[in-house]
């Protein structure tokens, strides 16, 4: 099952990136921001209790004039939609509520989804309380008193959208069809990819919906067997700021990464790989999915006989952290190699569901150790018992030592080096967990 997904929507100054930011604090929430990101956070892995989400940051909205404010929100807003299974709607009791505020209650009222309306800067409930009951106009339901900045209320917050997220379906759970994201930035082509494969195989099936986030899905059977493909296209936008474009495209990314199997990046030959790219591939890498590079209009790229070793070479390098990732160059124009995409999904699949028995796993790592002692720290070295295999998709691996201090990053990599050397694993992350075990047993 696919984490449930929050989008937090609202007007520039009410304290959204603060609520944002509190909710993915160590201090309520377990989170990991993802690799590459590294100007502002535009979603959060988080838990609440004993339940898992991923929480959507839809800021950004900085209007020049008041035309430009309503297209923008509306824009927003649209996106959160279509994203999220929860929306957290937040308003400033300080402010009192506003035209701009009523439109978007509107929009969200209308999309059927579940709202959750926050009144927020609340910082004195005998002060400000009668003023939340002014939000009761908006038609949302019952206004949530909250101060983000002095963390009040925000449990009961939680609690409110907890109640609705969605619950897993048996159906959903049996499926046991590949289900494969293609993501990237817009117009790199991913749509077209699988037009052409549907209009290649002659194979147009149906149009499934999507679980919980009105995506499409697209269902393509190939020598008998299914695959879902998960297109992350969307909505075209006519926005004009380019920032947003990327911004929402990788929110639209973590959301079918989230319940894909193996994705598939899309990037586009004529421009080379971006950091946009780079963040995208981060979040496939960080989730443990299947990883394929597919670089797109190669058809429009001039060739020598060292064309793909000089792409693929400067691929490699900008996207160093998945030096596991399958590369593929294909044209969705005119159908170059897209057969082998299936292959390539068949492998990785197979790849992230392989168990390694217990016994060579412990000769495979004996002999790592004999080729490179282990390191050592004031006099103290480090000492590996035991590794065995605990879950797939992806491999999951536990190692006993004496001290987890002594098991450095480093160690770990030529560890799981010696293991891709006997198995492969090619297209698939591979996790360690380090158990400490005291004593000398063993």
Request: with cysteine; hydrophobic share 40%; net charge neutral.
């Amino acid at each position: 099952m696919s984490k449930p997904v929050i989008a937090i929507v609202g007007r520039p100054n009410v304290g959204k990136s603060t609520l944002f930011n509190v909710l993915a604090g160590s201090q309520i929430a377990i989170v990991k921001d993802t690799p590459g990101v590294t100007r502002d956070r535009i979603y959060a892995d988080c838990t609440w209790l004993d339940q898992s989400f991923t929480l959507i940051d839809t800021g950004g909205i900085e209007p020049d004039s008041q035309d430009i404010i309503l297209s923008q929100m509306r824009e927003q807003a649209q996106i959160a939609i279509q994203t999220a299974d929860v929306i957290i709607f937040i308003v400033d009791v300080r402010q009192g509520m506003v035209d701009a505020d009523g439109k978007v209650a509107d929009m969200l009222r209308r999309s059927k989804k579940p709202v959750v309306l926050a009144v927020n800067k609340v910082d004195d409930i005998q002060k400000f309380g009668n003023d939340v009951y002014e939000f009761y106009n908006l038609g949302l339901g019952d206004p949530m008193p909250v101060s983000a900045a002095s963390r009040l209320g925000i449990g009961d917050l939680l609690d409110k959208v907890a109640k609705y997220f969605p619950s897993g379906s048996a159906v959903e759970e049996e499926d046991d069809r590949p289900k494969i994201a293609l993501v990237g930035k817009p117009n790199v082509g991913k749509s077209s990819i699988i037009n052409k494969l549907l209009g290649e195989n002659r194979l147009i099936v149906s149009d499934i919906a999507g679980t919980t986030r009105d995506a499409v899905d697209t269902e393509v059977i190939r020598n008998g067997s299914a695959y879902v493909f998960i297109d992350t296209a969307g909505l075209r936008r006519k926005s004009k700021i380019k920032e947003d474009l990327e911004r929402y495209s990788i929110i639209r990314a973590v959301t079918a990464i989230e319940r894909a199997d193996v994705v598939v990046v899309v990037i586009d030959a004529t421009e080379g790989v971006t950091e946009q790219d780079a963040k995208i591939a981060g979040i496939a890498h960080e989730r443990g999915r299947g990883i394929i590079v597919a670089v797109n209009k190669w058809d429009a790229i001039e060739k020598n006989d060292k064309t793909i070793y000089e792409h693929t070479k400067r691929l490699k390098e900008i996207l160093s952290f998945i030096p596991y990732a399958e590369y593929l160059f294909i044209s969705a124009q005119t159908g170059q190699r897209l057969g082998k995409l299936f292959d390539l999904i068949d492998v990785v699949r197979e790849n992230q569901t392989l168990r390694v028995a217990t016994g060579v796993l412990n000769e495979i790592m004996t002999e790592a150790v004999a080729l490179q002692q282990p390191p050592s720290d004031k006099g103290k070295r480090l000492k590996l018992y035991y590794i065995t295999q605990v879950a797939v998709k992806p491999p999951t691996f536990v190692v006993f030592v004496n001290d987890k201090a002594l098991m450095h990053f480093s160690y770990v990599r030529y560890l799981e080096n010696q293991i891709r050397n006997a198995f492969g694993f090619k297209g698939t992350s591979l996790k360690f967990i380090i158990r400490e075990r005291k004593g000398k047993e063993q």
